[in-house]
């Protein structure tokens, strides 16, 4: 909406644009409004971004299933080494991936 109403569109930077206004005000638009960290490139690889959403998933299974019984230290909750474990193993399992055994 804002790139169609008509207003000058200055390129401030590599997918940066600012779009002013006659109030005075502005918009900047960062890489064409689209998701910044995989539209520019210089985000996280989505093997990592998807590491890190099973993680969080698995994180949130955990303390839904195990609420009651969770030490709770400070406010800190430190999840199980086992789900650690569990999330490699899910996302070496997703890339075709084995782990050795010795």
Known sequence: AVKDSGNETINVRTFMEKFP??????VYIL????????????????????TSFCGQALAVEYLAKNHKEIDRCNNLIVLPDE??????????????????KL
């Open 31 to 50: 890489a064409s409004g689209r998701l910044i960290n995989l539209a520019a490139g210089e985000g996280h690889p989505s093997e990592v971004m998807s």
């Open 21 to 26: 206004f006659s109030d005075s005000h502005f």
């Open 83 to 100: 789900i650690d474990n569990e999330i490699a193993g899910l996302q070496l399992h997703a890339l075709g991936i084995e782990i050795d």
